[in-house]
């Protein structure tokens, strides 16, 4: 496994609300990437990351930012604030204010945030240059893209993106996908990305370090090509189903045969039956470790 | 570069592949420096770890150097390593020769003639 240094350090973070818990004895975000927060609806991704960016307050457990200001930092010192962007799903634009009033006020409220470069995002982006509408009018798609102009316009070290590609199409996204990759490269090695995501394959060629959570834990974490040497794809036979079984994370099969994730560990254990052995896409990882828990839970 | 997502080649591989090829054949000097991992990321639109796992497999083939804060530097090359990546390539052909062979039936013999007769139509 690669050593990195963490933009992010977290250590016991527990927030509970009804019967949800989240509860994270360590988190670490690696300095310098794109790391994807992976995770159904409910799982906790988008309250991790408000409590990251300090939308929400009311947790406990201790936060590290930049490998030297912790939580109270944030809130007292400008500079960590200003050092991060943070981009939620909720609107955070007043729903009477027009495209023009939003820049405006973000102009006002954000110390480094570039006028000119947030115009040439929103063309970038396709935005509608429609001054006067009001944001609130907007559709989804385009809202998304005025906040991502947002803080792609100011000058920050740390972006946190909730659910970017969601209401993107798929040109949209291939462009934020660019949009990240020029981020990254922007300050080679010092700048990063955190964002949630459940269209896993439409930002696996963006992902270089995946956290999956589910109900409210980290299940998995890693590097991406890391993770495609611990586990492996295996195919197989019908007649050879019930003996791979043993060692399959979660196994799909048909009246022709089995395919099913594995520790490329236990790979040696199916010694001796005919199986074709695949390098498994970010996707397939995660989908095999969600059914897996999801069996384990009783969820269904 | 081409990269291909399909061929079933991981993409650090081809990337390392490519490089490789490159500085073996002197296509890129010593001391040059490799694109930044992240521009390279970004250039060839894929991700910074499959980038950086390309220049760590040839940093440990002794290809490369990471220098502090600049990136990755083409290292001196001694001509054996570029004459062994050329054996290579001739025991692969032959070896495809060679099956072939097998298959239309052709013994040893008329194998090496078959060579020795190309190997003088080339020439002439």
Known sequence: ?300 | MIISQMSGVPIYQQIADNFRTDILEGKIAEGTYLPSIRSLARDLKISVITTMKAYEILEQEGLITAVQGKGYAVNAQDGNMLREQHMRKVEEGLLQAIASARIAGLSQSELIETLKLLMTLQEE
């Open chain 1, 1 to 300: 496994m690669m050593e990195f240094n963490s933009v992010i350090h977290g250590e016991n973070i527990l927030k509970k609300y009804g019967k949800f818990r989240l509860d994270i004895p360590e988190l670490d975000v690696p300095r310098g990437f794109a790391t994807a927060l992976i995770g159904e609806n409910g799982a906790g991704k988008s309250t991790l990351l408000d409590i990251i960016a300090g939308i929400r307050l009311d947790y406990k457990g201790s936060l590290r930012f930049f490998d030297r200001y912790d939580d109270k930092d944030r809130e007292n010192d400008p500079a960590v604030k200003n050092a991060i962007g943070y981009e939620g799903t909720g609107n955070y634009f007043l729903p009477m204010w027009t495209v023009k009033q939003g820049r405006e006020i973000q102009k006002l409220l954000f110390d480094s945030f570039d006028e000119d470069k947030y115009i040439e995002m929103c063309r970038y982006l396709a935005v509608p240059d429609e001054d006067n509408k009001k944001i609130s009018d907007l559709s989804d798609g385009n809202q998304m893209k005025l906040k991502l102009a947002g803080v792609l316009a100011r000058d920050t070290e740390l972006l946190l993106l909730d659910e970017p590609a969601s209401p993107l199409d798929p040109l949209m996204r291939d462009k934020l996908c660019d949009m990240i990759r020029e981020y990254l490269q922007s300050d080679e090695g010092n700048k990063s990305v955190l964002f949630s995501t459940h269209n896993i394959a439409d930002m696996e060629a963006v992902t270089d370090y995946m956290i999956l959570v589910e109900n409210g834990r980290i299940v998995e974490q890693g590097f991406v090509e890391d993770l495609k040497e611990k586990y492996v794809v295996v195919k197989g036979e019908k007649a050879d189903e019930e003996f791979a079984e043993k060692v399959l994370y979660s196994k799909s099969s048909n009246a022709y045969g089995f395919e099913g994730l594995c520790l490329a560990e236990r790979l040696d254990e199916l010694a001796g039956i005919n199986v074709k052995v695949e390098i498994p896409s970010l996707s397939q990882i995660c989908v095999a470790i969600m059914k897996q828990n999801s069996a384990l839970y009783g969820i269904r």
